[in-house]
């Protein structure tokens, strides 16, 4: 349904479809996970990114991610998201550039690398002075400092940028009505048969949407551990217990029987659900840049 869906205005074009279509099927079976949808696009100065999602659920939810450059013609996986990569990347605030193998520089190890070089510089021009003579203790400073190995420094590229900005999207975005999975006596998440979709009043309350995601907030974490013999179905994280407060905005159309969630965080993001229905759709559509500065703006 993500296919011929269009979010935030934009969707993808006829020829588009077809071919993350086929994808879709083709990546489902190869790679035998429970379902695949079509994630969203990322808009890049040379290339557009077009995102395949693929979801296991068990004890845990966990996702793979597959791109294309050439409009949905050949998809790759991404890589696997690393903990140095949010640190490079929570500073870069610039467009993609559609170049998977663009090097994004380091703005700190270049102002290192070039403050290193002027104290060697001034270091040389001591010694000439002092006509090469050295204390024997900053000899042997000089040698230990010699001896320590050299620290790894990682070059962001720009499909590591890639991975990493999907995986936080997903993570702070991607979201399921109440009710619509369970967790079985044995921690295993699974949909919800017995879903018949949300009432209008419920539909029209943000407390009734959760995160699609394993739970980390203390009190769902907590309902995890205890999972008892009877099946229970409020075991996610709440959205509106995220920070900052607001970020999520929920619109609603046609008497309140069309809903659409957004997360101003990511603008791109939108989740549009229709009351009574046990299906729901989302997706993104925007340029990847996460909206850091939005706890001054509410």
Not at 79 to 99: D, H, Q, R, S, Y
Request: contains cysteine.
């Amino acid at each position: 349904m993500e296919i011929t869906t269009a979010f935030n205005n934009r969707g993808l074009n006829l020829q588009e479809q077809c071919t993350v279509k086929s994808s879709l099927i083709e990546i489902k079976l190869n790679e035998n996970f429970k379902s695949t949808r079509f994630w969203g696009k990322i808009f890049g100065i040379e290339n557009d990114y077009l995102i395949i999602e693929a979801t296991s659920m068990n004890h845990q939810i966990q996702h793979k991610y597959f791109f294309s450059i050439d409009g949905g013609l050949n998809f790759a996986q991404l890589p696997i998201v690393e903990p140095w990569m949010n640190a490079k990347c929570n500073k870069i605030a610039a467009m993609f550039t559609g170049i998977t193998s663009y090097v994004y520089e380091d703005e700190e190890l270049k102002d290192k690398s070039e403050n290193e070089d002027d104290e060697n510089e001034d270091d040389e021009n001591e010694e000439e002075a002092n006509g090469g003579n050295e204390d024997e203790q900053d000899q042997e400073k000089k040698d230990s400092e010699n001896d320590e190995p050299p620290k790894i420094e990682y070059k962001l590229r720009e499909l590591a940028r890639i991975a990493w900005t999907i995986s936080s999207i997903n993570d702070e975005c991607c979201i399921v009505p109440k009710d619509s999975l369970v967790l079985t006596s044995s921690k295993i998440m699974q949909k919800n048969r017995n879903f018949t979709g949300l009432n209008r009043n419920d539909a029209n309350k943000l407390d009734s949407y959760l995160h699609f995601r394993t739970p980390r907030d203390p009190y769902s974490v907590s309902k995890y551990r205890k999972a008892t013999a009877m099946n229970d179905t409020e075991f996610l994280d709440p959205i509106t217990n995220d920070l900052p407060k607001g970020c999520w905005r929920l619109q609603s159309k046609s008497a309140g029987l069309e809903v659409n969630v957004k997360n101003l965080l990511w603008p791109g993001f939108e989740f549009k659900y229709c009351v009574g229905d046990s299906q729901y759709v989302q997706g993104y559509f925007g340029n990847g840049i996460r909206q850091n500065d939005l706890v001054f703006m509410i």
